[in-house]
Every structure is written in C-alpha cells, then in structure tokens.
C-alpha cells in the first residue's frame, strides 16, 4: 500500500530553537497510525508542523501533494482535518454552528451531512443549539471530531482526544473513531498518551524522544517488544 | 533574599541589560560629553534654535513621564496632556497672582501633580486596555473645558500672559539661553531619577508587574501600591514639564492643552521606545520637530505628513528608536569590542580581558 | 413630561449615530484587538465621498450606495495596506498607527475639501411629528441604523461568511484549520466596519454639518458607548450607544451649562464602568471545562 501522508526528514521550529529533528513518519491510506512518547518529545509539535501551524522544513507529502509550502488554510481544504490540542471548539458559538464550519470549504449545504454526524453522535443532535462551550469535555471532543468530519477529510489527526476524559467515555470515543474510519474511507493519524487504547486500535506506532523518532514500526511489534514496553510504555 | 529571587527572575529591561560590565567608566567619560555638548551648544545656534531645543528638552521630560507609566507598568494614557496642563497653571498662577518667584513654582507644581495623578492612578487601577484609554482619553478632553469653566482662576479663554523671568544679574548671558540651561538642569534631574528608580528594587518591581502581574504579586510585591506611585511620579513629571513650559512660553491658555498634546506625549513615547530614558529625548524632537518638517514639505496637508511619518517609524521600529536601535548597537559594539580583543591579546583571548588600551 | 420626551428622543438621534459607529468599533476589536481610532475620520472621509457624489447630481440613495462600497473597498484596503504590517507589533505602535490614520483622513479631508462647513442634505422631509415630540427626519435615523442593525444580525446569524467571521474573531487557529481564510475575512471585517462608520457619517452629517473634525466627538461617544456596553459585545455596542446619547443629551439640557456636558457625561460613564468594569454587557462566556 502507498502512504496517504509521509514526512521525510522533517525539522521543525519555534523561533530560532530546532524541537524537531528530521523525523519521518508514514501514515498507510485507510490506516491508523500513532504517535506515543512522553510529554515534550515532539508529538504535538509533528502534528502542528504537518498542518503548517509551526515553521518546518523537509518533505510532507499527503496524497501526491507538498504540503511543506502551504498554509494552514490550504492544508485543511486538501482534505487533512486536524483535532488540535485542546480539541478547538469555538465555544461561543451553538453545536450546529461548530459543525456548519467543518462545511466552511465546501459548497452546497451540509444537511446530509449533518444529519450522518447526529448519527454518530446523537447526543450533539439533542444539544445542537446549546452554546458550545456548556457541553461536557466528553462531548465537546465528540463535538471537535464531527466538526473535523465534517469537512470530508482524507486524513484525520487527532491530537489526545482522550486528554482530560473519564476511561469510559475515552472508549466510547475511541469506538466511533474505529467506526468512523470504516464507514468514511479515512486515515487517522493519532497523538495518544494513553499506549496500551492506542496500540490496540493501530496498524502502526512511532516512539518520539526529544523531537526524534527513537523507535517504529508495526503497532503489535512495538506492544511485544519487551524492553520498549518497559522503559516507554509503563507496563 | 526576596531582591535576589526578583533580581534573578526579571531582570531589568533589554535595552539596559547590554553594557559591558567593565564599561562603566566609558559610559561616565560619554555622559559628561554629551553633557558639556548640551551646556555649550545654546551660545553656538541661533536664538530662535535655543527656544525650540528647550521645548525638546521639557517635551522629553514629559514622555520621561509618559515612559514610566507605559514602559514600566504597562498602562498608556491618553490624557496626561492633563497633567501638563495643570503643572503649567499651578506656575501660571502662582507668579501671575501671588508673584512667586519662577524658581518656587516647580516645586509645588511636581507636589500637586504627584497627588492628582495619585488620587486618578487609584480608580485607573481598575481598568485595562481599551477601558484605560476611554478614561484616560475623557481627561484629555475635559481638560480644555474645565481650564474654561473655572475661569476666574484660569483667566478662561484668554489664559494668562506672563512675563518670562531674567537671569540673575551676575550672569551676562539673555533670557532664552538662561531658560535653556535651567530646563538643561530639570532634564538631566529627571533622568537621573528616572535612572534610580527603574534600576534600582523599585523598578524591578515595576518591570515584573509589567511582564508577570500574578508572578509579582505572588512574589509579595505590592502590585497596587507600586502602580499608584508609578502613576504619580509619571503625572510628577508631567506637572514639571508643563510648570517649565508655562514659564517659557510665558503664556497659558485652555487650547493649548488640548487632546492633540495628550496624543503627541504619547507617539513621542512610542517613537522614542517606551521602554527607555534616552528614547525620552527623541521623542522630544520629534514632538518639537516633525510637524514643522511636515510643514516645510507640504503647507497642504502638514498633519498627512506627519501621520505618515508616525507610520513609517512604527513600520521600521516598532519598539522605538532607542528599543530597537539599542540592542543592535551594543551588539555591534561588543563585536567591535570583542574584534579589537582579539588583535590585542591573540586568538585565546576573546573575553575582553586583552583589551588594555 | 413632554420636554423631557422630546429630549430623550433627540438624544436617541444621537445615540443611533453613536451605536453605528460603536458597532464598527467593536467588529474591529473584535477581530483585531485593536481600538481604531481613526474608525470617526474614516467615516468622515467617507461622508464627504457621498457629499461630492451629491453634488454631482446623484441622487441621494444612489451616493448613498456607492459610498458604501467605497468605503468597503477602502477599509479592506487600508487593513491590507496599514494594519496587516503592525499585526505582531506591541499594543502602543498599533494605537500610535491608528492615531497617525486619524490625522492623515482629516489632513486630508482638510487640503481637498477645506475646512469650511459644508450642508449636507437629509434624504427625510424635516416635518413634526406626534406633536412636535420628534421629526421625520429624526424618525429616518432610527429608522436607517435599525434596517442596517438588522442586515447586519442577519448577515452573521445566516449567511457562511457571517459565521467564518464570528468564528475567525472567537478562535482564529481553529477556523483556519477549518479551511477559513482568516486574513481575508479580517479585511471583509474592516471593510463592514468602513461601511457601517460612512452610514453613521451620512446620517449625522445634516445634523452636525459636514467639516473634517465633525466626527471627532461622535467617535469618543461611541468609544464610550462601546465599553459602555462591553467593547466585546455587538449588542453592548448599540445600546451603550443609545445610553450614551440619551444620557449626554439630558445632562446638556438639565443638569449643566454645555460647556461642561462633555466632562459631565464622560465622568457619569466612568462612574458606570468603575462599578461594572466589563461594561454592561461584557458578560464572559458561560464555559465548562
């Protein structure tokens, strides 16, 4: 299979100071791939380099296209929807209207569309004129993920959707992904501190240290392998 | 130990922070150069020039002013014109109907400004941002209005005519120049001060509720008291600067405080950088010489002119001359340094020690 | 009882001007972080754009539109132009870019069409009303700044671009990953604010008259009306505009000589805010985390 996204060699920056070293990564067309590491290893920031939301150099590739050039912008209308870090609901806005934005690209109306993310999610149909930011954090991760849907992506990348939620509802949520990336044709690419929910649930995992690949390879070599599982993952 | 936990944590601001360690002497030996240039340059220009190099020098005691409240604390005022306006009448007033001395009126001139700016820096602690600038902006405007209202103190519309002082019969030297050095005097005391205050455990107290209000206060420094007292001693120089300009001028009246004033104390303090005392003295000429270049180019429309010259420089410098010049030039000059290092003491001496000349 | 109705509706002339540009203020703010100080001689260049098309044998409401799409143009223009330089620079260069705006539109406004008082037409016959309480012209004021009100909430509340705008203004790294071109709705943004001042420049005009300091005063009560209400607040904007009309025109009629309205008003206004700081409307968003 062809990787839908691949970074080669890619170096990103905040102000003069390197965070990322020349890292690549690949994400296989209807994959899933995750990256894992402590905090500060460079996770969010690879993520940020791909949608052009930090200085970057190297090469990006998603679906034949360089993405190393463009803006933020053009990125997400290419057809990559990223669920930032803090899941980026507009909370004065209603539900409904968070989700009309995913449609911001698009022409025509969204109904159909709206109406397959009510089914997903019914809990956002029964909140749909609720201000955004009076759901809980569990919804409004639901929230973030239907409004990225929304704009028929690709491409998925979520960035901790389970950061701040209760185990249980951190599952439902990681069902509806699953569930999602059959019925929608598209390929995740996962930030997750919680190793054992996402190694589960990838083909394909990257160990991040200090803006390095350090380690990757298939998600079920890396949950074997005995000394990553010990000095990375804590079991 | 808690000055030295400040001390560590927020250091003084950038363009203070460069000067070698062991430049200190260089630094003195410059100062009293410019000094002496500024005592002599007066008997070496026209009188005309005399008057208007003064209005630089009492303009940049008012952005000093300005600089303390906006540099150091964080907060910018649309109104301070107010508080030139009532250092000039505290002195109009008092020559012209108790006869005192020029000299006497300065004193009470700072003493009133302190308090005002005291009693309006506590409510404009409350407010931030576009709240402060409504509130400060409505002082700019109503101070016109008020020096018409109390007229019989004010003289009203027609403001007061003064007769400007003569230097002591001993020294034979006119009138302007005499003006020019005691404006010299009150220049180089502000900056003194100015100097003491913002380097010293006061204004490092200053600087960190600048950058970090929750830090500060956390850090048990007083964030109220601190900014009350910031505000008066910027309102303090203020009432000098305006007490000074009355005396000058030798006539006050309610137009010439206007929000225009306010306005110009203001991009003075911007395009001088707001965060330094020698940014005060650019701000100073700009103040005093720009709408008379923008004259020179276009009688048309003068104040395009000068609009677009407050553009170009927040384009080119948007931290001011000094704060953004300065940094450059220290840098380079510890190149320059570190260069003639180099040849004086050989390859391994790079640390400035080699240089002995 | 009938004076002081009287009053309070000519004070609500006033106010609708105020609540325009109030209005306008806050869309910048809004979007920018920026208090626009140059938003009254914006409006007043623009008010003089309709009085040349006037003069030159336009109807009224045909100037009327094009001076609209002027002014868009012009304020997208000047956000490209003038703002966009200063977005990462500090707080003060932007106030001081604004300032240097206002002088360079009256400079301007001044060495073109001189600084002699011009008449500037009312499109409203100037007849009594409900006896003498008000004016049909007054009446066309209100009238106008609700119709604009309306278009306005309306273009927000249904239109797409309306809704990029509110989201670009609450949360701008997310609508751009959304695919929303920021910047260009930030220029859209300065161009309805441009709009919306040269309405409440083209309806003050027959009352105040037209020179190039005529909204210099109508910008600072706008101002205030703006924080008044809450400067974040479109809704604040309006009705601290009206407040702020009705109330200057009341302490001009009964409280003080008009030499000290202005000082009066403002310290009434100041009193309002040192008890509600956010302004009265300025509520924060109710927020769960």
């Known amino acids: 299979m062809t990787p839908i996204l691949e970074l080669r060699a890619v170096k990103a920056f905040y102000g003069q100071s390197e965070v990322l070293h020349g890292i690549d990564v690949a994400v296989e067309e209807g994959g899933m791939a995750v990256l894992l590491g402590a905090n500060g290893a460079g996770k969010t920031t690879t993520l940020r380099a791909i949608c052009g939301m930090v200085r970057r150099e190297g090469e990006i590739r998603f679906a034949g296209t360089r993405l190393d050039r463009r803006t933020t912008e053009e990125i997400a209308g290419l057809g990559v929807a990223h669920v930032p870090e803090g899941r980026g609901t507009f909370i004065g806005l209603t539900v409904e209207e968070n989700l009309r934005l995913g449609a911001h690209m698009r022409a025509g109306r969204a109904e159909a569309d709206l109406q397959r993310m009510y089914g997903y999610f019914p809990i956002l149909a029964a909140r749909r004129r609720q201000q955004a930011g009076t759901l809980s954090g569990g919804e409004q991760q639901m929230l973030a993920i239907a409004r990225a849907l929304m704009m028929a992506p690709r491409l998925l990348v979520l960035d901790e959707p389970s950061f701040g939620l209760a185990p249980q509802i951190v599952e439902d949520i990681f069902a509806i992904v699953e569930r999602i990336r059959s019925d929608e044709h598209v390929s995740v690419l996962l930030v997750e501190q919680n190793a054992r929910l996402a190694l589960d649930l990838a083909d394909h995992a990257y160990l991040m240290e200090t803006g390095y690949v350090v380690a990757s390879g298939s998600a079920k070599a890396l949950a074997d392998d005995p000394q990553i599982s010990r000095s990375y993952l804590g079991y | 130990m808690e000055k030295s936990v400040i001390g560590a944590t927020f250091d003084a601001p950038a363009v203070d922070r460069y000067p070698a360690p062991n430049a200190g002497t260089q630094r003195w030996i410059a100062a009293l150069g410019l000094i002496a240039l500024a005592v002599v340059l007066p008997f070496v220009v026209s009188k005309y020039h005399v008057f208007e190099l003064t209005m630089v020098m009492i303009y940049a005691i008012a952005v000093l002013g300005l600089n303390i409240l906006a540099g150091y604390n964080g907060q910018i005022s649309l109104g301070h014109g107010g508080f030139f306006a009532a250092g000039a009448y505290t002195a109009a007033i008092l020559m012209h109907r108790y006869g005192v001395p020029y000299w006497a009126t300065l004193p009470p001139a700072a003493l009133i400004c302190f308090a005002l700016g005291v009693l309006f820096g506590l409510p404009a602690l409350r407010f931030e941002g576009p709240y402060l600038a409504l509130v400060t902006l409505a002082l700019a405007l109503a101070t016109p209005q008020l020096l018409k209202y109390f007229d019989n103190w004010t003289g009203g519309q027609q403001g007061i005519n003064l007769t400007k002082p003569l230097p002591p019969h001993w020294l034979v030297i006119d009138r302007d120049r005499w003006l020019y050095l005691i404006v010299l005097a009150a220049l180089l005391l502000a900056m003194r001060i100015a100097a003491n205050l913002l380097h010293g455990r006061t204004g490092r107290a200053l600087v960190a509720i600048r950058d970090h209000p929750i830090a500060a206060a956390a850090l048990g420094i007083d964030t109220a008291r601190y900014k009350t007292l910031a505000f008066g001693t910027s309102t303090l120089f203020m009432g000098v600067a305006g007490a000074l300009a009355a005396i000058v001028i030798g006539y006050v009246s309610p137009e010439g405080y206007n929000l225009f004033l306010s306005l110009s104390f203001l991009v003075g303090s911007a395009v001088g950088g707001i965060a330094t005392i020698g940014g005060a003295i650019i701000g100073g000429l700009f103040i005093e010489f720009v709408p008379n270049l923008a004259n020179d180019i276009s009688d048309a429309a003068p104040w395009a002119i000068y609009g677009l010259a407050m553009l170009l420089f927040m384009y080119t410098m948007p931290q001011g001359v000094v704060g953004s010049l300065g940094p450059w030039i220290t840098r380079s000059m510890r190149q320059i340094r570190a260069q003639r290092a180099a040849f004086a003491g050989g390859d391994e001496e790079h640390d400035g020690k080699g240089r002995t000349s | ?289």
């Open chain 3, 1 to 289: 009882m009938h004076e002081l109705l009287q009053q309070i509706f000519s004070g609500l002339v006033a106010g609708a001007v105020y609540a325009s540009l109030a209005l306008a203020l806050v869309m910048i703010y809004r979007a920018t972080d920026l208090v626009n100080f140059a938003q009254g001689e914006m409006a007043m260049f623009s008010t003089y754009i309709a009085w040349t098309l006037v003069n030159a044998g336009l109807p009224f409401w045909g100037a009327f539109i094009i001076t609209l799409l002027v002014s868009f143009l012009g304020g997208m223009a000047i956000e490209r132009v003038v703002i966009r330089p200063i977005e990462n620079a500090p707080v003060l260069a932007a106030v001081v870019v604004t300032i240097g705006l206002l002088l360079i539109f009256n400079s301007l406004a001044g060495w073109i069409y001189t600084y002699t008082v011009k008449d500037f037409p009312s499109p409203f016959p100037d007849r009594p009303l409900f006896g003498a309480l008000t004016t049909t012209r007054d009446l066309g004021v209100i009238g106008v700044t609700l119709v604009m009100l309306a278009l306005l909430f309306a273009f927000f509340r249904f239109t797409k671009t309306g809704l990029a705008m509110r989201a670009a203004a609450q949360n701008p790294d997310s609508a751009r990953l959304c695919g929303i071109r920021v910047k260009r709705l930030l220029a859209i943004g300065w161009g309805l604010a441009a709009a919306i001042g040269a309405i409440a420049g083209i309806l003050v005009a027959p009352i105040l008259f037209l020179d190039p300091n005529m909204m210099s005063g109508v910008l600072v009560y706008a101002f205030a009306g703006a924080l008044l209400g809450g400067i974040a607040s479109p809704l604040g904007a309006v009705v601290g505009g009206l407040i702020v009309g009705v109330t200057e025109n009341l302490v001009g009629t009964y409280l003080i000589a008009s030499q000290l309205k202005l000082t009066v008003a403002f310290a009434l206004i100041i009193l309002v805010l040192v008890l509600r700081p956010n302004g009265l409307f300025g509520t924060a968003i109710v927020r769960r985390v």
